[in-house]
């Protein structure tokens, strides 16, 4: 086990009906704030209605941004940060999945410093500062509610790189706190669903395949979640309503990306920043992107740490150890946890998602090549392209 600094300052107020607790949450970092949401689900559900009356009986005053859609992009990062400029916003409380609470996060950072924002992104300058972010959670996936990352989306000469807001002082764009009702997602569409679940098992995986010794207890956790995600996933798709199963995946999608899970180990996340080139260029939901690059991933690099994926085969999917055929037992493991994405209505090929080869080296050249299992080259990158077509 390595060294590590863990650091998770935020508050989680989790349960039925939490939402009501917008106002009192707020208050406590000022009397002003930026209601940051996407598109009309909340106020479709009543979500919205809810949380403005809770914000006026704590005597908080609100300006709106709502708009903010998948893949967030910096044109509304911009518009964010010169309404609490111009309106001296306390607090951002985004009200949304991670794509919402992402893009509050760029605005956070972004509205105490004089230069443009995107200078963190391009490592141009280091945040100093950052106004305090909340979150209601609306789609458990991206884990960036109680998470020190966040992504979004600019286009040099007609490229679309998505990229990390910024690349150091993340603790200052952690949410303050996080307002988890697992009721508030017992609307969500199958495939949304679907694309969550697999995003939080990838964050947990990215933990997982390290090659980092003596980790056991972190083997342990990530195991457990994991499994939960599995079987809760099962259920959810079957009834969507159930308040326990959609209480443990919302849960599970926390503690996945809190890095409570990466204590003391070297994490991978070759196929996050692999599947940025694809949703960043295709706008593809970025948990199908990754349903189709993380299997491709495995089988790329499954040689390199063979131990390690018989370990997930074994222990998370429940296979046969074959001790004459190590190798068998690591692909079988691979090949049930493809077949738990397609179980759950996810893509698993690029040609499911209409994405042609034509670009496959541009994407590899331009993509970010970080790996702790195998270092990623453009060419391995592309060979997994090809492994996910």
């Known amino acids: 086990m390595e ?52 914000l006026n009986e704590a005597g908080v005053k609100t300006v709106e941004l709502g708009g903010v859609r998948p893949n967030p992009t910096y044109e509304l990062i911009y518009e964010g940060i010169k309404l609490c400029r111009e309106h001296s916003v306390d607090l951002i409380l985004a009200v949304g999945g991670g794509s919402v609470i992402d893009s509050a996060k760029g605005i956070a950072v972004g509205a105490p410093y004089e230069g443009d924002v995107l200078d963190f992104t391009l490592k141009k300058a280091v945040a100093k500062e950052a ?9 458990p996936a991206a884990g960036s509610e109680s998470s020190q990352y966040a992504v979004a989306t600019h286009e040099v000469d ?24 697992p009721e508030l997602t017992c609307t969500l569409p199958p495939f949304q669903t679907a694309c969550g ?12 395949f390290t090659s980092v010794k ?5 083997d342990r956790l990530s195991e457990a979640v994991l499994k939960t995600v599995i079987n809760n996933g099962r259920v959810v798709m079957k009834e969507p309503e159930n308040y326990d199963a959609r209480a443990e995946i919302m849960w599970a999608g926390s503690v996945a990306h809190n890095d409570l899970l990466g204590t003391g180990r070297q994490p991978d996340f070759a196929s ?5 080139e694809i949703s960043g260029i295709y706008d593809i939901a970025h948990g199908a992107g990754l349903a189709i690059i993380f299997p491709a991933w495995m089988k790329h690099v499954y040689k390199n740490n063979l131990d390690r994926f018989v370990q997930f085969a074994v222990r998370v999917w429940n296979v046969d150890h074959n001790f004459y055929s190590p190798e068998q037992t690591a692909l079988e493991g691979i090949e049930k946890y493809e077949k738990f994405l397609k179980e759950i209505g996810l893509p698993t090929r690029l040609s499911e998602e209409n994405i042609p080869a034509d670009r496959f080296e541009e994407m590899a050249e331009k993509a970010m090549k970080p790996g702790s299992i195998k270092k990623m080259t453009a060419k391995d990158i592309v060979e997994i392209f090809k492994l996910a077509s």
């Open 158 to 181: 007609g490229y679309p790189y998505k990229r990390d807001v910024v690349w150091e002082n993340f603790h200052l764009i952690r949410p303050k706190f996080a307002i988890l009702n």
């Open 131 to 139: 106004l305090p972010v909340g979150a209601i959670l609306t789609l």
């Open 3 to 54: 060294n590590f600094d863990f650091w998770c300052g935020t508050r989680i107020i989790f349960g039925r009906g939490t939402e009501k607790q917008a106002g009192e949450a707020v208050s406590m970092y000022g009397k002003t704030a930026l209601l940051h949401y996407g598109g009309g689900s909340i106020k479709k559900w009543g979500l919205y209605d809810r949380v403005i009356k809770s």
């Open 214 to 218: 003596n980790v056991e207890l972190t």
């Open 272 to 276: 996050h920043m692999i599947e940025h």
């Open 197 to 208: 679940i697999c995003d939080i098992m990838a964050h947990v995986m990215e933990r997982y």
